[in-house]
């Protein structure tokens, strides 16, 4: 969901040079982490913090910012821009498999000077570092509660085969089989009829995997 916000030049802003703006923008980037929260939460920060790098006295730029990722759905945060009458828009480089641009808008006509033009190349440059090492952790963060709910699934298939094996006295090959049958015939995942055969063993299918975080 996107939301019209403006921000006052005073505010968390990055204009005393290039370094500064990778110290605050890391920063950023760190707080959002910490929180745990999302890419859509970082960017809507990321668009406020745009917005006040282009502002000035009496005309207040309010930002947004779209990603478009690789078989996944767009990301849209900050301004839309309705009612705006000027637009600056900056491409922020990503890698291969995302995009992303920086809308910068403003109740003004011809509101952007060159200077305006160039120090928001320059604050895209820092951004666009940022955004994608937050892209990244994103990844790496939904690959391992992937990886932890794989486990999970393992476990209970594990101990459903164990089971089989006892009762049926038969390898684990055959365990298999006869669980892989089942899920066929009932037309069922492999880890539900698992689920299914461990709670009416144990009464209960919470079993947690062991996996460090």
């Given at each position: 969901?996107?939301?019209?916000?403006?921000?006052?030049?005073?505010?968390?802003?990055?204009?005393g040079g290039v370094s500064g703006g990778a110290s605050t923008l890391l920063g950023l980037l760190l707080q959002s982490t910490r929180a745990g929260?999302?890419?859509?939460?970082?960017?809507?920060?990321?668009?406020s913090l745009a917005a006040a790098e282009l502002s000035h006295?009496?005309?207040?730029?309010?930002c947004g910012i779209t990603v478009h990722r690789r078989k996944q759905a767009s990301i849209d945060a900050g301004s839309t821009g309705e009612g705006s009458a000027s637009t600056l828009r900056v491409p922020l480089v990503l890698d291969g498999d995302s995009s992303a641009v920086v809308n910068f808008h403003s109740p003004r006509t011809e509101a952007f000077s060159s200077e305006d033009v160039e120090h928001a190349h320059l604050f895209a440059v820092?951004?666009?570092?940022?955004?994608?090492?937050?892209?990244r952790i994103s990844q790496l963060s939904d690959s391992r509660d992937d990886l932890a709910a794989a486990m999970q699934s393992r476990t209970i298939i594990d101990i459903a085969i164990g089971a089989i094996m006892a009762q049926n006295r038969c390898g684990r090959e055959a365990a298999f089989k006869i669980?892989?049958?089942?899920?066929?015939?009932?037309?069922?995942?492999i880890?539900?009829?698992a689920a299914a055969v461990v709670a009416s063993i144990a009464g209960d299918t919470d079993m947690t995997a062991r996996f460090e975080e």
């Amino acid at each position: 969901m996107r939301e019209d916000r403006a921000v006052s030049s005073t505010a968390h802003s990055i204009r005393g040079g290039v370094s500064g703006g990778a110290s605050t923008l890391l920063g950023l980037l760190l707080q959002s982490t910490r929180a745990g929260s999302g890419v859509d939460d970082f960017l809507a920060d990321l668009a406020s913090l745009a917005a006040a790098e282009l502002s000035h006295p009496g005309t207040e730029v309010s930002c947004g910012i779209t990603v478009h990722r690789r078989k996944q759905a767009s990301i849209d945060a900050g301004s839309t821009g309705e009612g705006s009458a000027s637009t600056l828009r900056v491409p922020l480089v990503l890698d291969g498999d995302s995009s992303a641009v920086v809308n910068f808008h403003s109740p003004r006509t011809e509101a952007f000077s060159s200077e305006d033009v160039e120090h928001a190349h320059l604050f895209a440059v820092q951004a666009s570092r940022a955004l994608l090492l937050a892209l990244r952790i994103s990844q790496l963060s939904d690959s391992r509660d992937d990886l932890a709910a794989a486990m999970q699934s393992r476990t209970i298939i594990d101990i459903a085969i164990g089971a089989i094996m006892a009762q049926n006295r038969c390898g684990r090959e055959a365990a298999f089989k006869i669980l892989r049958n089942t899920s066929n015939n009932r037309n069922m995942k492999i880890r539900d009829v698992a689920a299914a055969v461990v709670a009416s063993i144990a009464g209960d299918t919470d079993m947690t995997a062991r996996f460090e975080e």
